[in-house]
């Protein structure tokens, strides 16, 4: 094995900052003058187009959600809107405690590190600033790739990238977007990051994975023990 492949969204990041994405949706919701239930719907009902990069842009994203909930902003009201929904973005991307620990740990065991994350515009526009980008060899984002996991394509697409074969790869996840059984149908180990310390938060999964991998943790915390050395 020569390479880990990390989800990102309750993986990487914070999985109690899920619970956060709703109030942040609000105050972009208020910025750009829509109902914040109303733009909440359409933020979740649209993540798929989203995540695939169909709306573009974070500002050409905001400007087609409200005008799906009936609103045209006006240039100054996209631009507080802008500003709300990116900060709005960092708090929902923090690391978990032991991530950046954790990724360096690995790193010093001789893997290679990827990403794969379904993840709309914000993640993709930001990530060069994030505390997350010098640890990553190759991040893969479906909102630039025009595809979600399990598509193996994705898995195909990170593995060629850190030049390693599909089957030297651990792939590290949640569970989110069936992302183990496109693991294991690419030839790929799968770890479950089961966050049993995130129990209020387990049914923002989107679309959950029925199958389990043999590997499970709890946290990242026992993940170097169970790599080993590269």
């Known amino acids: 094995m020569r390479a880990v492949i990390f989800d990102f969204f309750g993986t990487l990041s914070d999985p109690s900052a899920e619970a956060e994405r709703l109030g942040t949706f609000a105050v972009t919701a208020a910025a750009l003058g829509v109902p914040a239930d109303r733009f909440g719907a359409v933020m979740a009902a649209t993540f798929r187009r989203r995540a695939t990069g169909e709306h573009g842009g974070t500002r050409d994203t905001l400007l087609a959600m409200a005008r799906a909930c009936g609103v045209e902003p006006g240039e100054a009201q ?29 790193r010093e065991l001789g893997y290679v590190l990827g990403l794969l994350s379904d993840c709309s515009s914000e993640l993709c526009e930001a990530w060069a600033e994030t505390p997350y980008a010098a640890r990553i060899d ?8 025009g595809r979600l996991k399990p598509d193996p394509r994705l898995y195909a697409t ?9 089957a030297e790869c651990w792939f590290v996840g949640d569970g989110g ?6 693991a294991r149908q690419a030839g790929m180990r799968p770890v479950l990051i ?14 959950p994975d029925s ?16 790599l080993g050395p590269a």
């Open 194 to 207: 089961t966050n049993d310390a995130y129990p209020e938060v387990r049914h923002l999964r989107a679309d």
């Open 158 to 166: 990170v593995a060629e990238r850190l030049g390693v074969a599909p």
């Open 211 to 226: 199958y389990l991998p043999p590997d499970r943790l709890p946290d990242l915390t026992g993940l170097p023990a169970l």
């Open 78 to 106: 996209l631009d507080a809107a802008l500003a709300s929904h990116r900060a709005g973005a960092q708090i929902v991307r923090r690391p978990r405690p032991e991530a950046l620990a954790v990724l360096d740990r690995v």
């Open 138 to 145: 190759a991040p893969v984002f479906s909102w630039r790739e």
């Open 177 to 182: 977007g069936r992302e183990h059984h496109g």
